[in-house]
């Protein structure tokens, strides 16, 4: 097998088809309009609440986690409706697998928000 020479082309080209992707995702996708408008949310409250660089780490990683979840479970989704348009209990399987995945993540990253947020908000109340 022949090792294929690096061009930068071909890597620039690579991120044209990466954001045609989050263009495709946001689109079509209803929840990650959803995990999109909460990723704004917490962020401008993160702002405002004066979030710690470690914080701001969690947040940056559990945002990323979330859409990056949703990518994948759309992908898999799409791939799962070509191969097999009728139902079929393996690719229903897939699909509520993958859901699953997202819904995790999503749990996931709300319980770190909460423990970022609450104390935060508790202060802002408290004074």
């Known amino acids: 097998m022949k090792k294929e020479k690096f061009s930068i082309r071909k890597r620039a080209r690579s991120f044209v088809y990466a954001f045609s992707g989050i263009k495709t995702l946001l689109r079509d996708e209803h929840n990650s309009r959803i995990h999109l408008f909460a990723?704004?949310?917490?962020?401008?409250?993160g702002f405002l609440l004066g979030l710690s660089a470690m914080e701001w780490c969690v947040v940056a990683l559990c945002c990323g986690a979330v859409l990056m979840a949703e990518a994948m479970n759309s992908a898999v989704e799409a791939i799962?409706?070509?191969?097999?348009p009728e139902f079929h209990p393996l690719i229903k399987k897939a699909k509520d697998v993958g859901a699953a995945g997202v819904l995790m993540m999503a749990v996931a990253a709300a319980a770190a928000g909460l423990i970022i947020f609450v104390p935060k908000l508790m202060g802002v109340f408290a004074s």
């Open 80 to 84: 799962a409706d070509l191969v097999s």
């Open 39 to 45: 990723m704004i949310c917490v962020i401008v409250f």
